[in-house]
Nanobody
Framework: QVQLVESGGGLVQPGGSLRLSCAAS????????MAWYRQVPGKERELVAA???????NYGGFVKGRFTISGDNAKNTVYLQMNSLKPEDTARYYC????????WGRGTQVTVSS
């Protein structure tokens, strides 16, 4: 069993930055993919960013260069640096890893508001 724990969420003003972290523990047999998703009530969960073991990245269309995903395979940790945050980025952000099975964290709330 794999446990994922997110941290780094909070309240930030528009234009501000946050850095999310997600650490995995448990029965990990290699991490093939690490990703961040987000969800607001009443809407489907959407991909924010993903990174493969080899370092290839993919971002949701709304990111537009504002966020950067990075991973530390040695620490089983994935990060999401979010800059130029907008009120519409307000959501609960979830970590997802394939280790090799898919596991999810419980999420961390990000609120962008003045």
């Amino acid at each position: 069993q794999v446990q994922l724990v997110e941290s780094g969420g909070g309240l930030v003003q528009p234009g501000g930055s946050l850095r999310l972290s997600c650490a995995a523990s448990g029965s990990i047999f290699g991490i093939n993919l690490m990703a961040w998703y987000r969800q607001v009530p009443g809407k489907e969960r959407e991909l924010v960013a993903a990174i493969t073991h080899g370092g290839a990245t993919n971002y949701g269309g709304f990111v537009k260069g504002r966020f950067t995903i990075s991973g530390d395979n040695a620490k089983n940790t994935v990060y999401l640096q979010m800059n130029s945050l907008k009120p519409e980025d307000t959501a609960r952000y979830y970590c997802n890893m394939w280790t090799p099975m898919s596991s999810w964290g419980r999420g961390t709330q990000v609120t962008v508001s003045s």
